[in-house]
């Protein structure tokens, strides 16, 4: 069981590139979220999705896309890259299973470095 | 999601108990409060849960006011290793935004 699989693990930008967090669950789970880590900070959270086909931003989704086409995979997109987006990227993956015990999985991260 | 308060830092002598104090005060009748635990620049870790009953588990314990409008996370015997960033949340296990605060930096002093 892989849980949730993010990749890359790394990569360095240069400034105006592109490129896309891929973001892989095999839980079946419908809520797919998005967050951002800068150095010594909390997680902000960028977009979520509550199912397939549904996207909805949140607290800092400037500078960023998603999409959701499958349970499985929500993909993020950055389209212009700017040093400000240099952090640590993670994907979570949650149930709405009722009293299930923990309901909210991460992935390992993903850390971007714009330059 | 309601949203919790907690303490930007707090320290602890290894080998003692580790009280984590949060305050959810517009905590709903239907959200749990979930805790959290972030090491370096790992993902998150799940430690523990709970609706309004008291809960333990192998990794900690959870106490919830009353009234609900506040839990403490009790690691009883602090290890170096518990050194981390500690986040509160509350959370109906059927909503989907999810938000974390900024957490608490505890760290296990020798």
């Not at chain 1, 891929?22 to 419908?30: E, F, G, S, V």
């Not at chain 1, 931003?57 to 993909?75: A, L, M």
Request: net charge neutral.
């Amino acid at each position: 069981n892989a849980g949730v699989t993010q990749t890359p693990k790394f990569r360095i930008l240069k400034i105006g590139q592109s490129m896309t967090l891929q973001c892989t669950q095999d839980m079946n789970h419908n809520y797919m979220y998005w967050y951002r880590q800068d150095p010594g900070m909390g997680l902000k959270l960028i977009y979520y999705s509550v199912g397939a086909g549904i996207t909805d931003k949140g607290e800092v989704p400037n500078g960023y896309n998603v999409s959701r086409s499958t349970t499985e995979d929500f993909p993020l997109r950055l389209e212009l890259a700017a040093p400000s987006q240099t952090s640590v990227y993670f994907c979570a993956t949650a149930t709405n299973l009722r009293g299930s015990g923990n309901t909210i999985y991460f992935g390992e991260g993903s850390w971007l470095t714009v330059v | 999601d309601a949203k919790t308060t907690q303490p930007p830092s707090m320290d602890c002598a290894e080998g003692r108990a580790a009280n984590l104090p949060c305050n959810h005060s517009t905590i709903s009748g239907n959200e749990y409060v979930y805790w959290y635990r972030q090491i370096h620049s790992q993902g998150p870790q799940y430690i523990i849960h709970g609706l309004k009953n008291n809960e333990t588990n192998e990794m900690a314990s959870l106490i919830i006011t009353e009234d609900r409008k506040s839990s403490t996370l009790i690691l009883p015997h602090a290890t170096l290793r518990d050194t981390a960033v500690y986040y509160c949340i509350v959370r109906v296990t059927s909503g989907s935004r999810l938000t974390f605060g900024e957490g608490t930096q505890l760290t296990v002093n020798p």
